[in-house]
């Protein structure tokens, strides 16, 4: 069974930063494209990030140059490191994993980001 469990959301001033996790089970990341996507209230969710089995990132160009996705493979733990957070940046992120063989898709429960003085 797979299981995506975000954390590390939270509110956070602009120009502030935040590290989120998404800790994965039941997935192997030799396999597996993980992503990050959000969504603002009233809006559609976006992809934000996204890292390859072969360890090829992408990163939307909204967040290019202050968003950095990461993994480790040891803890099959995914990580967005957010700098320079604007209040558009306000939303809730999701985790998600995408087996590259098959396509099925997997998505966490979610966490909020509020970015606001």
């Known amino acids: 069974q797979v299981q995506l469990v975000e954390s590390g959301g939270g509110l956070v001033q602009p120009g502030g930063s935040l590290r989120l996790s998404c800790a994965a089970s039941?997935?192997?990341?030799?396999?597996?494209?993980m992503g990050w996507y959000r969504q603002a209230p009233g809006k559609q969710r976006e992809w934000v990030a996204g890292?390859?089995?072969?360890?090829?990132?992408n990163h939307a160009d909204s967040v290019k140059g202050r968003f950095t996705i990461s993994r480790d493979v040891a803890k099959n733990t995914v990580y967005l490191q957010m700098n320079s957070l604007k209040p558009d940046d306000t939303a809730v992120y999701y985790c998600?994993?995408?087996?590259?063989?098959?396509?099925?898709?997997?998505w966490g429960q979610g966490t909020q980001v509020t970015v606001s003085s």
């Open positions: 890292i390859h089995s072969g360890g090829l990132k």
């Open positions: 039941g997935i192997f990341f030799d396999s597996t494209t």
């Open positions: 998600n994993a995408q087996r590259e063989y098959g396509g099925d898709e997997y």
